[in-house]
């Protein structure tokens, strides 16, 4: 009987009974299952190693490195030996015996504003207590409140601020908004946080931040405590800080200053003169932010004839108005300003158009339709003759005038 032949061998090895088709799939499975569990941590080992072999002089060695292992292992991520920021870079612990590793950092950040103090700044009553000054032997002083702040009104602003160190009652009483009628801190380069608490706390009628570095955040902060505010005063400031007025309300200002400011057009003109947008999208206010205002100062601003149209519909109350050294004001801007249904042409009592080159002899009549007029600036206009100054004073609108000066006509009232 013959004995069966034994599989020849090839020449690459012993032959392998083939694998059954799900036996094959199971293995496929595997490996592929493998792969993903692989593809983080060759990840983060690429990208760490190809940080490290970037930077130069960086890179930890198997003996600076006391959390890898010898064999090839990695500590767990997140572990007490080693700190990953944001960049990818890993950097050890100082707890964990080796140094930190060092890259150079960016540039550092510019160093932060003076916040505004964040508690809320109420002022103080109108009759703050106590009515009488009490004395240290337990007896009140004869003397009652009201003629102590008699006295108080008196005093400037440095000397009321000595009385409010004397006693608690003395700085009680010395906060009293009748004695901060007007406060003045113009030509100021920094306004701090206790300044601003300051003036909210005294409501102050009238407020001169002219000349000063006051921003468009502090500004707002002010504006929006000072509802009793009645004169404004802003000029010489940045058009940047002056914007905050176009998102505050201003119920009771009567009198604003805007005097020289820098880079002011006619598109941001529009948007402090037009009415607040309402909540509801599409809709505004019928009544513009300065309606109320009778007194309004633009000298030195890149004035064109279609602000001072804004001008007329939106500031109808205006009785003195500052154009004084604008470039774009000549005979049109003087014919819009006394056209018939121009609503200035009946309020108008204070005019100054000092400075206005673009001014010739022909406008001068124009200026006897305003019958209110009284005090008309035309000094330093160097197409304005003399001669025809003084035919419109001398006959007016609607009586004759005096003038002190060349091309200054006044009127008594």
């Not at 190693?49 to 060695?61: A, I, P």
């Not at 572990?79 to 140094?99: D, I, L, Q």
């Not at 109350?317 to 819009?336: E, F, R």
């Amino acid at each position: 009987m013959k004995k069966p032949k034994p599989p020849l061998a090839s020449a690459e090895g012993p032959a392998v009974p083939s694998p059954s088709p799900q036996r094959e799939k199971l293995e496929r499975f595997k490996r592929m299952c493998q792969l993903l569990e692989r593809v983080p941590d060759t990840s983060s080992s690429s990208s760490d190693s190809d940080s490290d072999s970037d930077s130069s002089g960086t890179s930890l060695s198997e003996e600076e490195a006391p959390g890898e292992a010898r064999n090839g292992r990695r500590p767990a991520r997140g572990s007490s030996g080693e700190k990953e920021n944001r960049g990818g870079r890993r950097a050890v612990r100082p707890g964990s015996g080796g140094p930190l590793l060092s890259w150079p950092l960016g540039p550092a950040p510019p160093p932060r504003p003076p916040q505004l103090e964040r508690h809320v700044v109420r002022p103080p009553p109108r009759s703050p207590e106590p009515d009488t000054l009490p004395l240290a032997a337990g007896s009140d002083h004869p003397l009652p409140r009201a003629a102590w702040l008699r006295v108080f009104q008196h005093l400037g602003p440095r000397e009321l601020c000595i009385c409010m160190r004397v006693c608690r009652t003395w700085s009680r009483w010395c906060y009293d908004k009748r004695l901060w009628p007007r406060m003045d801190l113009s030509r100021r380069k920094s306004l701090t946080p206790p300044m601003l608490s300051g003036v909210v706390r005294r409501q102050p009628r009238a407020l001169d931040l002219s000349w000063t570095g006051v921003s468009k955040k502090q500004l707002m902060w002010l504006l929006n405590r000072l509802q009793g505010l009645q004169e404004l005063v802003l000029s010489g400031c940045s058009w940047l800080s002056v914007s905050a007025l176009g998102s505050a309300p201003l119920p009771a200002l009567r009198l604003l200053d805007l005097r020289w400011i820098e880079d002011v057009k006619d598109s941001q003109l529009r948007e402090l003169l037009l009415p607040p947008p309402d909540t509801k999208p599409g809709q505004t206010e019928s009544r513009g932010r300065l309606q109320g205002v009778a007194e309004l100062r633009l000298a030195g601003l890149e004035l064109t004839d279609a602000s001072l149209r804004l001008l007329l519909r939106h500031a109808p109350q205006l009785s003195a108005l500052d154009l004084s050294h604008c470039a774009h004001v000549g005979d049109p801007s003087v014919h819009l300003l006394t056209a018939p249904t121009s609503p200035l042409r009946e309020t108008l009592v204070h005019l100054n158009l000092a400075g206005c080159h673009r001014l010739t002899d022909h406008c001068l009549p124009l200026f006897r339709r305003c019958p209110r007029l009284r005090r008309l600036d035309l000094r330093s206009c160097r197409q304005l003759s003399p001669e025809a100054c003084a035919r419109l004073a001398a006959a007016g609108p609607p009586g004759p005038f005096r003038c002190p000066e060349e091309k200054l006509l006044l009127k008594d009232s």
